[in-house]
């Protein structure tokens, strides 16, 4: 079975500062690894996904995403948090013809 | 082009009455997608249809039903509400299952009391 785990329930960041949220998954065979983010009272939002290929993805908004394999990790990062960026962060695991599975949410919060 | 939508927005049941969630994309995607989102839990998959014509059971599908009506529209019914279904509920889809990124409707906050 897979999974995907997201080990702070908030992380909080100044604005200005590079931001991390983390994330590790479990899955047989190759990952499909995405994230998405949740504004209040609204559904989620693709921002990127790792399909194959260079481990640093670069998404949506300015976000980018680092694969490590070996430490199973797919972090999210962005150079400079903005204020805006405040919201619900979500990791997603899927696998070939599988349903994605999405982590439990990390709260962003930027303080200005 | 609406994306995903879904109605109604907001519901306020009565402990075993019925309802039907409606949800309709114009994507022209394959797979759909219910989800239920309840604080703490992240989102967790009700049911889903990789495709027309099918559906399949995911994590919690205990007193749901669904139907895909055809290729636009996938509907969730809950036959008997319980207070434990109170949640929000959002529709998704995608092109195909697995690999592809889902595009997710704005959600139906549901009370059941």
């Known amino acids: 079975a897979q999974s995907v785990a997201q080990p702070e329930d908030q992380v909080n960041v100044a604005e200005g500062n590079p931001l991390t949220v983390k994330c590790t998954y479990s899955?047989?065979?190759?990952?499909?690894l995405f994230w998405y983010v949740q504004y209040p009272n609204r559904g989620l939002q693709f921002l990127l996904k790792?399909?194959?290929?260079?481990?640093l993805v670069k998404g949506s908004y300015g976000f980018e995403a680092e694969f490590n394999k070996s430490q199973t990790s797919f972090h999210l990062k962005k150079p400079s948090a903005l204020v805006s960026d405040s919201a619900l962060y979500f990791c997603?695991?899927?696998?070939?013809?599988?349903?994605?599975?999405f982590g439990t949410g990390t709260k962003l919060q930027v303080i200005p | 082009n609406a994306g995903v939508t879904q109605t109604p927005k907001f519901q306020v049941l009565k402990t075993g009455q019925s309802m039907t969630l409606q949800c309709a994309q114009d994507?022209?995607?394959?797979?759909m997608y219910w989800y239920r989102q309840d604080p703490g839990m992240g989102l967790r998959l009700i049911y889903y249809?990789?495709?027309?014509?099918?559906?399949d059971k995911g994590e919690v599908p205990n007193g749901y039903n669904v139907s895909r009506l055809n290729k636009r529209e996938f509907s969730l019914r809950l036959e008997s509400a319980a207070p434990s279904q109170t949640s929000v509920y959002f529709c998704?889809?995608?092109?195909?299952?697995?690999?592809?990124?889902?595009?997710f409707g704005p959600g139906t906050r549901l009370t059941v009391t």
């Open positions: 997603a695991v899927g696998g070939g013809y599988q349903k994605v599975t």
């Open positions: 994507m022209n995607h394959n797979s």
């Open positions: 790792y399909i194959t290929g260079d481990n």
């Open positions: 899955v047989s065979g190759n990952p499909y």
């Open positions: 249809s990789a495709s027309e014509g099918t559906t």
């Open positions: 998704a889809s995608s092109s195909g299952t697995g690999i592809y990124e889902q595009y």
